[in-house]
């Protein structure tokens, strides 16, 4: 057995990911390269990918293929963002080398923990004119966000480009253990874990799976999808989901913060 599996989502075919020890998560409408996973079979929502992005494929690996008996680490990464071993120089990561810094075994380090997040990025310094053109609604309403840095929260960063407002109509669905919880949390920080990739042991995700799929299946009630439509809002699911997991692993687990690398691949 692997002490750790790892699932990459992604709707291109990933070459350089041959002969390593990574599974490839298959959500693209063309046909799946051979041995790709695919997940429009079984238990899944892959009719919902437009909106869903690769929670798609982590739905389906969750209902399909989640053994909650095994005691190995599982995660998940995307076609664009790995993890890697340590922390390197990114801007050397290419291609070409990408096999010798992705991450394909347990380190030490995690003998401690039991739950892996990325390591974060901020969102506050937000440039004026950018403040002016997506932030005006919050800055009539607080006005220290224009001169405060420590006032551009995930709140108002999830506001300024996914919808104003609608976190927090999101709020609404969530459970009464998380509900305020999360709002105290994206109105104070600053940064988050991205990416909606994480890795722990099965029974870990098997509960942040249910925790997370309850509450988006709720918000559907509320935003549907005729009306998402472009970046800010098309894929509003996935970056629900995103702000949440950097807040649930911290609440429910004991996470260590993880190096990853963005590789373009052209879409």
Known sequence: MKDLEIYCVSNKTLDFLGNTNYEIGWVGKEKAPKNYLTCDNGDNIFYKEKYYSELTFQYW?????????????IGFCQKRRFWLKKEKNISEINHSNIKDHILRDVPEEWSNYDAIICNPI??????????IKRGFKSILKNPRIFF?????????????????????????????????????????STFYNPHI????????????????????????????????????TQRLYAYLAERYLSFWFKKYTKSLNWPWAFLNIKS
């Open 197 to 232: 990739m994480f890795i722990s042991k099965p029974e870990i995700a098997n509960r942040w799976f249910e925790d997370l799929f309850s509450w988006l299946f709720k918000c559907e009630e509320t935003f549907g999808f005729d009306n998402l439509k472009g970046y800010d």
């Open 122 to 131: 901020n969102v506050n310094n937000v440039k004026k004119m950018k403040l």
């Open 61 to 73: 690996f969750w209902k399909n293929k989640l053994d909650l008996e095994k005691k190995n680490w």
């Open 148 to 188: 405060d840095a420590n006032k551009q929260s995930l709140l108002l960063h999830f506001d300024m480009h996914h919808g104003h407002g609608n976190i927090e109509k999101a709020l609404e669905h969530l459970n009464k253990n998380d509900r305020d919880d999360f709002f105290k949390y994206l109105n104070n």
